[in-house]
Structure formats: structure tokens, C-alpha cells
């Protein structure tokens, strides 16, 4: 993008015109393009110099090509001077293009100011500098809705038959938007569903509408459930942009650490079988002088089998997502998957590349991933456990702390149920390696199913129990993962992660009111309660009563 300031503007464009600032008092001022006028030009930037006529009449002036007027700026007087004025000597009609329009019809969005010496709004004086500086953050923020545009659906769209409008707020991050606050006249789904047939009828496909829970209201709707409110922005605004060709290039390398960090994950699976000087370099803090690293290279190969099960376990995790987001119409944007070299991986930031009609498709896709991850991470989970009572399958098994089951209570239940008292006992545990892609997986799909931000957990609380209840649970998570309570050595690691990359709630879906039943809800309770049980570790006293490791110390 190119911006222009005002002098430098000017001087480009010798139009021979002047803003005479000592007659007029400027209330605001808004750029004219060819899109309010059936054209489109990205190059069109055009200044203008104005005499105000009266309190309802401006002039535009701008430029004029083969396909007619291109654009201007609009000028808002304060009040009335004297009538107006004529051009200055030497602004003809060759040089500029003078439209008259009605000041009600305001259309477009804010544009960059000829240069004066001061600008004077409601009695407040602006040097040059601040009126640029105002006005470039106007342009380079998100476009606003057409204030004609916003007067013609008040007439036209809402009604005594519908809704009542009482009050119009900013809606969206940057007050882009317009919030229609008033009186639900009717079923709320009928009137929403009505409303937004009536929109693309007279707007076309310029504008997404969007039922909300009205903001600070103290009384609930008559009718029962929340009072709701109507947001209106702009589709280009509204909606995620298209993925980039930079994030598809970042997508692959983070795919491609996570390959590493899996195989890692399998190579120290194996470290009762390392060298030596390679456990010790890794485990011992005091250790400076690095090892060969070519005497890995043995142990890669049997590495594989734990790096495709995690491996396996994430991606299967997306396909969930994006089974369940096919049917909705709904688009998701590449996975960004997140290595880790104690889990193998952290998961994927999978991004919404479509607004969500409403609350339950939100529910139904967020949940459809960890559902789908967990269940193959418990299949592998019991599979290993029943081979690792085969002798047979000896020449697969690995040895591994007893104290590591002490991890999770619930996964280290099923342990000790399985494998028994006396296998959990000792030092060292011998497993299947199915165990450990299982493991990891359960714990990566349980720490998503946290309620925070944007993660899956956030997303199906938010979901199915509304904003303020993400809140609530967000601030105790954070305190649970801070104390260690949940995730354990995992806690803080996990917790950087999510303030650095998915702290933010997901934005409101079309329909952001109808509740999603109550068979989603409890679906949602008892996963929380089963990740608070993954996540959950055993602390030493418990342990030992359980037969959970074996703990030397209390």
C-alpha cells in the first residue's frame, strides 16, 4: 500500500485549487472513490477543495475520466458562515469537477485532507500533523459501514413487526461496525432468520449480520433468554482472509519440526539402550563437551514406529476437524502444527476461514478434533498395554521410569490395572511403544480441551455456555496450570504457549444467541471433567496407596 500526505499530494497534482480554512469550520471530511459510484480503482486518490453551500449541501470536487467522476473528499460544515462562496480566481472549470450531493448521502469511507493551516472541530483546534495522523488511521483501519447505507436498512430491514431500534452503538473490534440495539417483536430465530433475508435482498452480499446477547443489558427478554442485540460489518471486514502463501511455507517447516521432534521423542523412548556419553551429555547438567552425535544414527529406525503414532494421532486429529466442518460449509485454514520434544507435539492451530453460523456448528467442529485424537490415542493406549503382557512381543518393549506413570491419574489407573501391581513397582517399567504414542496423545488432546482462548476447550465452552463463562473458567485454568496443579512439569511450557498464540476468545458466530442444547452441554462437561483427570498428576502419598511407581520419598 501507498500513502500519500497531503503536501506531498498537492504537489504532485497541480488541480489549482485551495481550502480557504478561515471561512469554513470543518466538521469531518470523507474520501470519495469509484466504488460508491459503480466503478473501482485502487489508484483513484483524489483531493479536493470545497465551499460549503448551506447546512444540507457540499461540494465535491475531484477528477474526471472516460468512465465519469472518479472521487473527491466531502466536507461537513459546522454551521452556516454567510452562505458559502465562489472558487477562487483561477479555478475553472477545466480544472475541476464540481457535484453538488445531498449531505444525508454520505457514502464512503475516511480519505486523507488537503493541507490547511488548522482544523477546528466542535472547538477543538488540530495543527496539520494531527489532522494526518488522525486521518491515516482512519484509512489504514478496517472500512466502516456506509452511514446511507445504515440509514436506508433502519428504514427498510427493522421494523414494528421484527425489531425496534432504540440506539445504535460501534460494533467489532474497532467500532467498524454498527450495533442496532431496541425490542425483539417476535421469535428470535424467526426474526434473525427473516432480517438477514430481507439484508441480501436490498444490500446484496455487501454486509454479514449478526445476533448477539445485547451488551450490559440488566433484564433478561421477556420472552425468555437474553435480550439480543443486531451487529452489522462489512463483509470483507467480517470475514478471514484467504490464507497466505507465507503461512502455507510456515505451515510446512513447522510440519517438518514436528517430524523431528517425534523421532526425537522415539530415540529417547530408547535411553536404556543409548551410549553412555549420549545419556549423560542430555542429563546431566555439568556435561560441556558434546558427544558423537553419528551414534544416534542406530536408533532412528526403531524410532519410527512412536514417531508415526504421534504423528498419526495429530493428523487424525485435524481430518476430525475438517470431517466435521465439510458438512457445515465451513472452511478451516491449513494446520500449523506445534513440535515438542517431550510430547512429540503440542497440536495444531487450525484457524476458522468462514464466519460460523452458530453456536453448535462452533461446538460440533471444535469438539470433533480431540474426540477423534483421543479416541486413537486410547486405542493405542490399550493396545500397547495388552502387548506389553506378551512375552513375544519382548524384543519390541522399551524401559521406562515406573515413576512417569505417576504423570496422569487417570492414565496411570488403567496402567496399574492392566499391568499390575508388581510391573509398576519397580525402577523401570517395560512397554510397548504403542504406550507411549498413546500416552502423549491423550495428554496433547486433553491440554487442548483446556477451556482457554482459542483452543478447542475454549471454543466448546464458549460455545456451549457463552462468553462470560469462558471467562471464569480461563482465569481458574491459568491459576491451576500455574500452581503446576494440571500438566504437571508440562504446566508452564503449555501455559506460554497459549498466552503467546491462542489467548484470544473465538469471534461471535452469525447466530451467537440460540443456546446448543443440552446433550452438547453435558458432552462438554464430561470432557472437562475427563481432561482435569488426564492432567491431573498423582502426587507421592497417593501413588504409594495406589501402587503407582515406586516412591522412595515422600
Same mark, same amino acid.
Given at each position: ?56 449541501t ?29 472558487l477562487?480566481?483561477?479555478?475553472t ?7 453538488e450531493?445531498d ?8 480519505g ?144 517438518v ?15 536404556n ?63 500449523f502444527f ?28 471444535? #469438539?470433533? !478434533? ?5 479416541? =486413537?490415542? @486410547?486405542?493405542?493406549?490399550?493396545? /500397547?498395554?495388552? +502387548? &506389553? *503382557? ?14 512417569l ?64 463463562? #469462558?471467562? !471464569?473458567f480461563?482465569?481458574?485454568?491459568? =491459576?491451576? @496450570?500455574?500452581?503446576?496443579?494440571? /500438566?504437571?512439569? +508440562? &504446566? *508452564? ?15 461471535p ?6 443456546e446448543?442444547?443440552?446433550?452438547r ?34
Amino acid at each position: 500500500m501507498t500513502t500519500l500526505t497531503s503536501s506531498s499530494f498537492t504537489s504532485t497534482l497541480n488541480l489549482g485549487f485551495r481550502i480557504r480554512p478561515n471561512r469554513t469550520h470543518f466538521k469531518r471530511f470523507r474520501h470519495h472513490d469509484r466504488r460508491n459510484y459503480g466503478y473501482y480503482d485502487n489508484n483513484s486518490y483524489l483531493l479536493c477543495s470545497r465551499d460549503v453551500l448551506s447546512k444540507s449541501t457540499v461540494r465535491i470536487a475531484g477528477l474526471v475520466d472516460n468512465k465519469g467522476f472518479i472521487g473527491g473528499l466531502e466536507c461537513y460544515a459546522s454551521g452556516n458562515d454567510g452562505g458559502g462562496g465562489n472558487l477562487e480566481d483561477g479555478d475553472t472549470a477545466n480544472e475541476l469537477n464540481l457535484t453538488e450531493v445531498d449531505s444525508d448521502k454520505q457514502v464512503v469511507p475516511p480519505g486523507v485532507m488537503s493541507s490547511g493551516p488548522t482544523f477546528s472541530p466542535d472547538g477543538l483546534t488540530y495543527n496539520n500533523f494531527q489532522v494526518d495522523s488522525f486521518k491515516l488511521m482512519e484509512l489504514l483501519g478496517p472500512e466502516k459501514v456506509d452511514p446511507v447505507d445504515v440509514k436506508l436498512i433502519k428504514d427498510k430491514l427493522f421494523g414494528y413487526s421484527t425489531f425496534w431500534v432504540t440506539k445504535e452503538e460501534p460494533f467489532g473490534d474497532f467500532g467498524e461496525g454498527i450495533l442496532f440495539l431496541g425490542n425483539l417483536r417476535g421469535n428470535r430465530e424467526d426474526v434473525f432468520a427473516k432480517l438477514q433475508s430481507q439484508l441480501a435482498e436490498i444490500m446484496g452480499d455487501k454486509y454479514n449480520l449478526f445476533m448477539v446477547e445485547e451488551p450490559n443489558s440488566e433484564n433478561p427478554d421477556p420472552r425468555g433468554g437474553p435480550r439480543v442485540s443486531f451487529g452489522m460489518l462489512r463483509k470483507e471486514v467480517s470475514e478471514p482472509g484467504p490464507t497466505t502463501l507465507w503461512q502455507y511455507v510456515i505451515a510446512v517447516l513447522l510440519f517438518v519440526l514436528t517430524i523431528g521432534s517425534s523421532v526425537e521423542l522415539g530415540i529417547a523412548s530408547q535411553i536404556n539402550r543409548l551410549p553412555p556419553e549420549i545419556v549423560k551429555y542430555f542429563t546431566d547438567p555439568d556435561a560441556i563437551e558434546p558427544p558423537d552425535m553419528q551414534l544416534l544414527y542406530p536408533f532412528v529406525e526403531p524410532a519410527l514406529p512412536l514417531a508415526y503414532g504421534v504423528l498419526g494421532v495429530q493428523l487424525f486429529h485435524e481430518v476430525g476437524h475438517f470431517l466435521a466442518a465439510f458438512p457445515k460449509n465451513v472452511k478451516l485454514s491449513i494446520p500449523f502444527f506445534i513440535p515438542n520434544i517431550t510430547l512429540g507435539s503440542f497440536g495444531a492451530i487450525t484457524q476458522f476461514k468462514s464466519i460460523l453460523p452458530d453456536r453448535k456448528t462452533k461446538v460440533d467442529i471444535s #469438539l470433533a !478434533g480431540p474426540f477423534a485424537g483421543a479416541a =486413537l490415542s @486410547l486405542s493405542m493406549f490399550a493396545v /500397547g498395554l495388552l +502387548l &506389553s *503382557l506378551k512375552p513375544e512381543a519382548a524384543a519390541d518393549m522399551v524401559q521406562v521410569p515406573s515413576m512417569l506413570f505417576q504423570g496422569s491419574l487417570f492414565l496411570g489407573l488403567i496402567s496399574r490395572a492392566t499391568l499390575g501391581y508388581t510391573a509398576l513397582h519397580g525402577a523401570t517399567v517395560s512397554i510397548h511403544p504403542l504406550v507411549i504414542a498413546g500416552w502423549c496423545g491423550l495428554t496433547t488432546s486433553a491440554f487442548n480441551m483446556l477451556p482457554i482462548g482459542c483452543l478447542d476447550g475454549g471454543r466448546v465452552v464458549q460455545g456451549a455456555f457463552g462468553k462470560d463463562a #469462558l471467562v !471464569g473458567f480461563g482465569l481458574t485454568t491459568y =491459576l491451576l @496450570l500455574g500452581l503446576g496443579v494440571l /500438566g504437571g512439569p +508440562l &504446566s *508452564l511450557p503449555w501455559g506460554l504457549y497459549v498466552l503467546i498464540c491462542q489467548r484470544s476468545p473465538e469471534k461471535p458466530c452469525l447466530n451467537d444467541v440460540t443456546e446448543v442444547g443440552t446433550w452438547r452441554r453435558t458432552a462438554v462437561t464430561v470432557a472437562i471433567f475427563l481432561v482435569v483427570l488426564i492432567l491431573l498428576p498423582v502426587w507421592d502419598e497417593l501413588a504409594e496407596e495406589l501402587g503407582i511407581g515406586l516412591v522412595t520419598t515422600f
